[in-house]
């Protein structure tokens, strides 16, 4: 594994950190304001400059590894820049590299049809339109993908829908244009696995009501959301199924590689800005006669977070660097250690940088308190910390016997 990153990645990693510098840092503290003054759940002006700005300069669908529809970028090279982005929860959608869009996008692109990438890929590549991802489950625990109970049943040239989700990421945004659903269409399948299958939902569709706003920490994730949705006879064209009835699993494994990897690549961004806030107040404020910086136990803490992001900095690449070469598959391994460690260690990092600011850090006066509650629900979305350990453990023993 070369540490050195190439002319290319120096070069985007200098312009991203300048695109930081001059627009997102500036409006971090007011972009809630705008946000809410475009009615909460409709995408800021704002956004749409910064849109703008971000394709004019280049820094654009930096995540895409096809050169057809993104920058040709491999996982390895995409880390420092996810890192980037990570710093503030925003931003990466500035550049159109925010979920729960890069997952369809990447669905969209390596198992859509031709016709499902005409219709719904290239508005999403372009920016014109925004999405949703709904598989969760109130009734059912859906770490188990397989418990889904959202039916997918054929009835002539069409599907119908029937079931109840939540945590469909994205759903509330008024340019969302669809929903990718996974539900089930073969429930006597022997093969578990073989049961769910993946469609493709137009929001807007009679029998798709939006149940109630959800909110995580006190967050309602706006203007994105990830709301409560019921499904009653919701019928759509047969074309929008994904790849075939019974694949949705596949589609699902295909789609969650990387995405867990970008959010490990983001969240030590997070940490790491965590970190920096961390020694800036430590040197800023004094107690019991001298700078918080002069006290042991804080010392401790800044230096133990300086090695565990280090430490998941590290498996982070290495995991992007096995999907390079080997492809996702054979570095699922390192995918489940990077997904267990990565939030695990931001959610500590930051709580560490939270009680050197006291009072203020469960404020909005700094990005702490809204970047901890990220960090903490990201232990359970995209599969919770016991699910990877036990997929971890499983392949560990069977390559060691």
Known sequence: MDFQFSAKVTDLIGRLTRFMDEHIYPLEADYGRHVEQAGGWETPPIMDELKQKAKDEGLWNLFL????????????EYAPLAEIMGRVSWASEVFNCSAPDTGNIEVLARYGSDAQKEKWLMPLLDGQTRSCFSMTEPAVASSDATNVECQIVRDGDSYLINGRKWFSSGFSNERCAFAIVMGKSDPDNDQRHLQQSMIIVP??????????????????GQPGGHPEILFEN?????????LG???GFEVA???LGPGRIHHCMRFIGSAQRALELMCQRAEQRYAFGKRLSEHGSLREDISRSFCE???????????????????NKAARDLIAAAKIVV??????????????HGAMGFTEDTFLAKAYANARYIRVGDGPDQVHLASLARQLLRRYN
Request: hydrophobic content about 40%; proline content about 5%.
């Open 203 to 220: 929001k807007g569709t009679p029998g798709m009501i939006l149940v109630r706003d959800i909110t995580t920490f006190g967050y309602k």
């Open 343 to 356: 939030p695990k260690m931001a959610t500590e990092v930051i709580d560490r940088a939270i009680q050197v």
């Open 253 to 255: 494994q295909g789609r």
């Open 245 to 247: 009835e019974g694949r």
């Open 309 to 327: 992001i280090e430490q998941a900095r590290l498996l982070t690449l290495k995991a992007a660097d096995k999907m390079d070469r080997d492809g």
């Open 234 to 242: 919701v019928r759509v064209p047969a074309e929008n199924l994904i």
């Open 65 to 76: 590894p096809e050169e057809a529809y993104g920058a040709g970028l491999t996982n390895l």
